[in-house]
């Protein structure tokens, strides 16, 4: 199964600021060196406040945004699954 290439660009902006245990203000990192994919990710991430970001330009996670954002992400492919099971098991009984 293909994964976009812009959720790759969340895990790598994700796992970058875990790696370096940027969870809060002090322990804030900078993200310098980032490719536009993954810019333009963390930009959704930032107005989504699971990233926040610090006057200095450091970046960190807000643990309890990136929670509920990994949630809502679940909860929206099990939805997606659950239907097109839905349309396949109609799909044929009528075929």
Known sequence: MPVPVGLIAERQIVARLLR?????VDTATRLDDLRWVQAHRLNRLIAGDVVRRTASDGYYINPPALADHITRRRR??????????????????VV
């Open 76 to 93: 929206r492919v099990a939805v997606v699954v659950l239907v097109l099971a839905v349309v396949a098991a109609f799909w044929l009984r």
């Open 20 to 24: 370096a245990s940027a969870v809060s």
